[in-house]
């Protein structure tokens, strides 16, 4: 490392050795000792910078937030029910609740709310649940260690119903993927045109929509990991791009030379 | 090509604008020119301040500044083995962590059968020296056994002194100057060799 | 080539005799002597390497494609086998760094005392096994347990005296390890509890088939399923053509000796729409099944039915709209490895409303491992289903609307 006394401001005698001092002082590590020296003497004043009205402390004091309990124990909730609005997490979500993003507790399925802590889970923490049944074995919380866990199934069986229309589309869309099917009309009605208030027709927007449908063109599904159709779609699309600039181009040089002033005055007004 | 790569990546970093380089020195050594550019408090030139952009700091600098502090010369290289490599180096380690293993093990046994020994004697002495366990505890009495030997003590106190690698400059006996400190000086740094 | 191929298979067989010092140094002396007469000769032995290219060191694409068309692929890249094929080719043990030959010396060293150990703790053993348990004041169960932590000690010293070997950790990773071995047996298992056992364990607790289907399960035995060839990660969703077949378990011990147990795969999750809850239903339930450490794999399908099936496989279904079911795997040892009386017990068990905990304690079985796959409504399910002979797959399931809370209007009076 270097020495020091090399860079310790004493007074050279020639040139060259000024040269040198100056050159190495610019490492910082010199410039910092020599900055040592003069903030030693430096002395604090205290000036009377800080604010002490407005909003310079912080807002002294808000509405309340309105947090808490909003179902007490034992009392029934369905899902759904906000059970405890909290700042973080006071209360724990037990079994058969969950926890929103600003940890609201709410229940997940229909019983009664209960209050209660779980040593083995945790040891410190504090649990909301909602037991499924009012009274009896199953409705202490929590369950018993290693005991199976209390369901609900809360659904009923119906007959499937056939997805008939579902279906068919499907069927249609495949098969009239090739030009006969078409032809041997699957194709759906075509919905009767709409009257305007002008006593024109117009064919309707729904119908518009669905005219590649009847058509029975089949549009490839974009995959987006297939990158070499990407790479066509994009070329496509820079192509189309330089027509439509090329055009534009033309036109505008046409514009300049009509009357871009007179257009200019009217766009300002 | 690597190192003007790390130039280029780190020349921002380190990079002083406003201070005369040792090329710009050497330069002015060469010419001869002893133009006063730099002002009574300022080393700088001034010009060079006034632009705002100077001339750039010497890349001998920035290199010297990027191997004494850049983290990435800081960190070791992680180790990249091939298989055999690799197994040699494993085996090594395995090696000296056995050897060092073994020497605690050694050490540790050396210590309890001390330790069993003493014992042992001290039993000897509390019971079997016939005077129902006076010269034992006598023995245990550790009255004036730290002291000055001139005054009579058995171990002198410094001996009571834990234990260092590495000694200040005067090997720990007091301030240097007049006093003991100063015959038990370690290095001499006024000794020059005429 | 011959002179490599020779120090290896007596480094083996060094290896096998728990002798390593011996044989490697006359080893080492013959490699680093440039008149080693037995190679030469064993070479000139040799037919020509064109005209018998070794597939380790060719390089040449011609000799290349002759291998190919002689059924034996080249191994490796170009690159690698030419660069073997100019290398010296000196054996891993011999090869002449000076720190790394030092290291050997203190590791065969140690492995020697190891060796003398061992040999010190068997004659114990035996001594202790010769002895009449009247000498001992605890009698026959203290001199049992005294042998055990004497047979645990003799596990420990074989673990110590291979731990330190670099061809024994190279083996392992090449996945050669012989798990008759006590090092690679202990080797693998360290693998294990490194990670797939925590996410193992983590999948059993975190999908509750912990408290749901078995009371507590510490698992020691590894649990791999697969569906054919197809791997399943525990806990995955499988789709029902996959399997209606039943898988292949991989059900590797680690420590020695053979394990007398039963298979349960247990779905917690049949939907019962009449007590708006859920069913324990047994999909497979097979016994007296034998594993070890080298035999680990068990195709449930391949079982004998005469004397280990007792319900053969049903495949896993879910009704439509039905949650997920966990289809869990559960592995049970008996109790001293005995196998259970197969006849009474095929006359007893029932596949719908199985409860494994009735079954354990019936049995005396304790869970040993347990793992998971899920299932749900596919596509193929109904056809599944309906080649299964099972009924209810023209039923959806659908949630019940719980009537909310009628509202509850608040006294006005004590609004601001």
């Not at chain 3, 000796?257 to 049949?270: L, S, W």
Request: charged fraction near 25%; hydrophobic fraction near 35%; include cysteine.
């Amino acid at each position: 490392m270097l020495q020091p006394r090399l860079y310790r401001p004493a007074v050279p005698s020639d040139t060259l050795m000024t040269s040198l001092i100056s050159s190495l002082s610019s490492l910082s590590l010199c410039s910092k000792h020599s900055h040592l020296q003069t903030f030693l003497t430096t002395t604090f004043v205290r000036h009377a910078s800080h604010a002490q009205q407005g909003r310079a402390n912080g807002p002294g004091d808000s509405a309340g937030r309105r947090l808490g309990a909003k179902k007490s124990a034992s009392e029934y909730v369905v899902p759904g029910n906000i059970i405890f609005k909290q700042r973080g997490t006071k209360w724990h979500p037990g079994e058969n609740v969950g926890i929103g993003k600003d940890h609201t507790i709410y229940a997940t399925e229909h019983g009664y709310v209960r209050y209660y802590r779980d040593p083995l889970k945790h040891p410190k923490r504090r649990y909301i649940g909602v037991a499924l049944e009012k009274e009896g074995p199953g409705s202490q919380l929590p369950y018993p260690p290693n005991a199976p866990s209390r369901r609900r199934l809360g659904m009923y069986a119906t007959p499937v119903k056939e997805p008939q229309s579902g279906k068919d589309t499907l069927d249609s869309s495949t098969s009239s993927y090739s030009y006969a099917a078409f032809k041997t009309g699957s194709t759906p009605t075509i919905p009767p045109p709409t009257i305007h208030r002008q006593g024109t027709y117009r064919e309707a927007n729904v119908s518009i929509g669905r005219a590649a449908e009847r058509k029975g063109v089949k549009v490839r599904p974009y995959d987006r990991r297939d990158r070499w159709l990407a790479w066509r779609r994009r070329a496509a699309r820079v192509k189309m791009g330089l027509e439509a600039k090329a055009a534009r181009a033309t036109r505008k040089s046409k514009g300049k030379k009509s009357n871009k002033g007179a257009k200019m005055g009217v766009s300002q007004r | 090509m690597h190192a003007s790569s790390i130039r280029g990546a780190l020349a921002q970093v380190f990079q002083i604008p406003l201070r005369p380089t040792l090329r710009n020195a050497a330069g002015q050594i060469s010419t001869g020119i002893t133009t006063t550019t730099t002002s009574s408090f300022s080393t700088s030139a001034s010009r060079a301040a006034k632009k705002g952009r100077g001339a750039k700091p010497d890349q001998r600098i920035t290199l010297i500044r990027y191997f004494l502090y850049h983290p990435t010369t800081l960190t070791p290289r992680p180790l990249r083995f091939s298989r055999n490599r690799y197994l040699r180096h494993w085996t090594i380690h395995r090696a000296w962590n056995l050897y060092r293993a073994k020497v605690k093990q050694a050490r540790q046994l050396e210590l309890e059968r001390q330790y069993n020994a003493m014992h042992a004697a001290n039993e000897e002495l509390r019971v079997g020296a016939g005077d129902g366990g006076k010269l034992f505890r006598k023995a245990q009495m550790k009255t004036g056994v730290w002291s000055i030997p001139e005054r009579g003590g058995g171990v002198p106190i410094e001996y009571a002194r834990g234990l260092v690698e590495w000694m200040g400059s005067t090997g720990g006996l007091g301030s240097s100057g007049t006093g003991l400190g100063a015959k038990a000086k370690i290095w001499d740094s006024e000794w020059t060799r005429s | 080539m011959a002179p490599s191929r020779a120090p290896s298979a007596l480094l083996l067989h060094s290896l096998r005799s728990l002798a390593i010092e011996k044989p490697s140094t006359a080893l080492a002396i013959r490699a680093f002597t440039s008149a080693s007469s037995t190679c030469q000769e064993v070479q000139a032995e040799r037919p020509s390497f064109y005209r018998n290219p070794d597939p380790e060191t060719v390089y040449q694409p011609r000799l290349e494609r002759k291998l190919a068309r002689a059924g034996r692929p080249p191994i490796g890249s170009r690159r690698r086998r030419m660069a073997l094929s100019q290398s010296p080719r000196i054996p891993f043990e011999q090869l002449p760094y000076q720190c790394f030959q030092e290291a050997r010396k203190v590791l065969v060293e140690d492995r020697e005392e190891k060796l003398r150990k061992i040999e010190t703790e068997r004659a114990r053993v035996a001594r202790v096994r010769e002895a009449d348990p009247g000498a001992f004041r605890g009698g026959e169960p203290f001199k049992q347990k005294k042998l055990a932590s004497m047979e645990a000690e003799l596990e420990r010293l074989k673990i110590l005296a291979d731990i330190n070997d670099p061809s024994v950790k190279r083996r392992f990773e090449d996945g050669k390890g012989d798990m008759n071995k006590p090092i690679y047996r202990y080797l693998a298992e360290r693998k294990w509890r490194e990670y797939p056992r925590k996410v193992l364990v983590q999948r059993i607790t975190q999908m509750n088939v912990v408290p749901d289907v078995v009371p507590n399960v510490d698992p020691i035995v590894d649990v791999k399923i697969a569906f054919g060839k197809k791997a399943v990660g525990s806990g995955d969703f499988v789709p029902s053509d996959v399997s209606e077949k039943p898988c292949q378990l991989t059900l590797q011990a680690f420590d020695r000796g053979e394990k007398m147990v039963t298979i349960a795969v247990v779905d917690p999750d049949v939907p019962n729409v009449e007590t708006d809850s859920f069913d324990s239903r047994c999909h497979y339930l097979a016994s007296n099944i034998t594993i070890s450490p080298t035999k680990p794999l068990v195709d449930l399908s391949k079982l004998s039915p005469g004397s280990q099936v007792l319900l053969p496989w049903l495949p896993p279904h879910a009704q439509k709209g039905s949650p997920y079911h966990r289809l869990s795997i559960v592995i049970l040892q008996h109790k001293d490895n005995i196998p259970i009386d197969f006849e009474p017990a095929k006359q007893k068990v029932e596949r719908d409303g199985f409860t494994l905990r009735s079954f354990m304690s019936r049995h005396l079985l304790t869970p040993i491992s347990a793992s998971l796959f899920r299932t749900r409504w596919d596509e193929s399910t109904a056809a599944v289903m309906e080649r299964a002979g099972l009924e209810g797959a023209n039923v959806e399931l659908k949630r019940k609307k719980v009537e909310p809370l009628p509202y509850k209007r608040r006294n006005p009076s004590s609004f601001r």
